[in-house]
């Protein structure tokens, strides 16, 4: 006689248990209701009194149920996971308030036309129906795509060198890149000002932008693909030269297709950390109000110049404009991080 082996349920002790919630349920809500007679009886006025107050009294209030229910070491646990909890919040809520800020003030801008049209014709004083961001969006696609260019095979072999080769100038380049991940967007601005529009090209267009564009871009994606390349097993590489191959050839046929994905990723914070940048793309680009496909003749608009010159117009339409190209730029740059976070999932699966 064959007996059916009774199904066991998994166990997962880091959920809590249903008594667990209803106490948890509990002490919010008590600390809810304190809070609120504490400011009614108190002059105590204002969010930041009741957010405050808030974690102070459920700091008191988890430890004196955790005290008597658990013992001391919980009631200690319970204030370290209020205070992280009180952390993340005060970390999330300037957040929240700028997306759902950007998000209400853009939305009134947002229209087909928007995508459609651009400013050659029109002020950004003219009604919002009228003109557009295509100047703008194209304008940042060519200076970001030629940024990408220059910027891409310089930080890939720079990761390389420093994971793979190891030469005698590891340190000095790991430090030049530490640094010139911290160089302000303004002095990289006023570097390509000073170093090649004065003395060489005389006049502002996109391609010097791009340049600018360029030193903010390869310690990013530098970095990223070093930290990238540091995750490949040592196995591969050694198997690639036990099969015959030069360190080069390995590197190029092994290494790098095993961290395709990571760098990938490095590719798209590289183009994140630079495409929202104001401060070269004013002095550098001229802002144009045409859409300008020429990046090495005559001014070429971009979302940040656009931005800033509606903001600095400063009448009601304008500053519509402005928030709907905050808005957008702002959903580009979401995007990108997006995209870089699966294509990073993706690797560590």
Same mark, same amino acid.
């Given at each position: 006689?064959?007996?059916?082996?009774?199904?066991?349920?998994?166990?997962?002790?880091?959920?809590?248990?249903?008594?667990?919630?209803?106490?948890?349920?509990?002490?919010?809500?008590?600390? =809810?209701?304190?809070?609120?007679?504490? =400011?009614?009886?108190?002059?105590?006025?204002?969010?930041?009194?009741?957010?405050?107050?808030?974690?102070?009294?459920?700091?008191?209030?988890?430890?004196?149920?955790?005290?008597?229910?658990?013992?001391?070491?919980?009631?200690?646990?319970?204030? =370290?996971?209020?205070?992280?909890?009180?952390?993340?919040?005060?970390?999330?809520?300037?957040?929240?308030?700028?997306?759902?800020?950007?998000?209400?003030?853009?939305?009134?801008?947002?229209?087909?036309?928007?995508?459609?049209?651009?400013?050659?014709?029109?002020?950004?004083?003219?009604?919002?129906?009228?003109?557009?961001?295509?100047?703008?969006?194209?304008?940042?696609?060519?200076?970001?795509?030629?940024?990408?260019?220059?910027?891409?095979?310089?930080?890939?072999?720079?990761? =390389?060198?420093?994971?793979?080769?190891?030469?005698?100038?590891?340190?000095?380049?790991?430090?030049?890149?530490?640094?010139?991940?911290?160089?302000?967007?303004?002095?990289?601005?006023?570097?390509?000002?000073?170093?090649?529009?004065?003395?060489?090209?005389?006049?502002?267009?996109?391609?010097?932008?791009?340049?600018?564009?360029?030193?903010?871009?390869?310690?990013?994606?530098?970095?990223?693909?070093?930290?990238?390349?540091?995750?490949?097993?040592?196995?591969?590489?050694?198997?690639?030269?036990?099969?015959?191959?030069?360190?080069?050839?390995?590197?190029?046929?092994?290494?790098?297709?095993?961290?395709?994905?990571?760098?990938?990723?490095?590719?798209?914070?590289?183009?994140?950390?630079?495409?929202?940048?104001?401060?070269?793309?004013?002095?550098?680009?001229?802002?144009?109000?045409?859409?300008?496909?020429?990046?090495?003749?005559?001014?070429?608009?971009?979302?940040?110049?656009?931005?800033?010159?509606?903001?600095?117009?400063?009448?009601?339409?304008?500053?519509?404009?402005?928030?709907?190209?905050?808005?957008?730029?702002?959903?580009?740059?979401?995007?990108?991080?997006?995209?870089?976070?699966?294509?990073?999932?993706?690797?560590?699966?």
């Amino acid at each position: 006689m064959s007996t059916t082996p009774l199904a066991v349920k998994p166990q997962k002790p880091w959920q809590a248990t249903p008594r667990q919630r209803v106490t948890s349920a509990v002490v919010y809500l008590s600390s =809810v209701f304190l809070t609120v007679a504490i =400011v009614a009886l108190t002059p105590l006025a204002g969010k930041l009194a009741y957010f405050f107050l808030f974690f102070a009294v459920l700091i008191v209030v988890d430890f004196i149920v955790h005290y008597i229910r658990l013992g001391s070491a919980a009631a200690k646990d319970s204030i =370290v996971r209020t205070l992280v909890a009180a952390g993340i919040t005060v970390a999330l809520l300037p957040i929240i308030s700028i997306l759902l800020t950007v998000f209400n003030r853009g939305r009134r801008g947002i229209h087909w036309g928007l995508f459609t049209h651009d400013m050659k014709i029109n002020s950004v004083n003219d009604p919002i129906t009228q003109g557009g961001l295509l100047h703008a969006l194209t304008g940042t696609a060519i200076v970001v795509l030629i940024a990408l260019i220059i910027s891409l095979p310089i930080g890939l072999l720079t990761a =390389v060198y420093l994971t793979e080769i190891k030469g005698r100038f590891t340190r000095p380049i790991k430090f030049l890149v530490q640094a010139m991940s911290g160089v302000p967007s303004i002095v990289a601005g006023l570097f390509i000002l000073s170093a090649v529009v004065y003395p060489l090209t005389k006049s502002l267009n996109g391609f010097v932008g791009s340049l600018s564009l360029v030193i903010l871009m390869i310690p990013t994606i530098a970095r990223t693909a070093e930290e990238v390349l540091l995750l490949i097993p040592g196995d591969l590489r050694e198997a690639g030269v036990a099969l015959g191959g030069t360190q080069w050839r390995t590197v190029a046929m092994v290494v790098v297709p095993a961290a395709r994905s990571g760098l990938m990723t490095a590719v798209i914070l590289g183009i994140a950390r630079v495409a929202g940048e104001t401060a070269p793309i004013i002095l550098l680009t001229g802002g144009g109000d045409a859409v300008n496909l020429n990046p090495f003749s005559g001014p070429m608009g971009s979302l940040p110049f656009y931005i800033w010159k509606s903001f600095a117009v400063g009448t009601e339409e304008s500053i519509t404009r402005a928030w709907a190209a905050i808005l957008v730029l702002l959903v580009i740059v979401f995007f990108l991080f997006i995209t870089a976070r699966v294509l990073g999932e993706r690797k560590r699966k």
